[in-house]
Nanobody
Framework: QVQLEESGGGLVPPGGSLRLSCTAS????????MGWFRQAPGKKRELVAM???????YYGDSMEGRFTISRGGAKNTAYLQMISLKPEDTAVYYC?????????????????WGKGTLVTVSS
């Protein structure tokens, strides 16, 4: 089993930046893909970004450019750097991970989920 814990959410004004962190524990040796999804109120969950153990990165529609995903040296941590934040970026951001990118992962996500961290972009 894998446990994921997010941190770094909070309130930020429009145009601001935040960095989210996700730390995996448990059977971390088997984790080869870590990333982020988000869900805004009244909207479907959507892919933000994903990174594999080989360093390949994937971004959701319109995410690349303002969002950058990276992994820590120990490979059990993933980061999401967010810049030029907009009110429409307000959402709960969930860490997501698994042994590999499974079929349908872009819409369904992977097997392991964190509890989420709230990002609010507002003045």
């Amino acid at each position: 089993q894998v446990q994921l814990e997010e941190s770094g959410g909070g309130l930020v004004p429009p145009g601001g930046s935040l960095r989210l962190s996700c730390t995996a524990s448990g059977s971390i040796f088997s984790i080869n893909a870590m990333g982020w999804f988000r869900q805004a109120p009244g909207k479907k969950r959507e892919l933000v970004a994903m990174i594999t153990s080989t360093g390949s990165t994937y971004y959701g529609d319109s995410m690349e450019g303002r969002f950058t995903i990276s992994r820590g040296g120990a490979k059990n941590t993933a980061y999401l750097q967010m810049i030029s934040l907009k009110p429409e970026d307000t959402a709960v951001y969930y860490c997501n991970a698994d042994h590999s990118l499974t079929a349908g992962w872009r819409t369904e996500g992977l097997d392991y989920w964190g509890k989420g961290t709230l990002v609010t972009v507002s003045s």
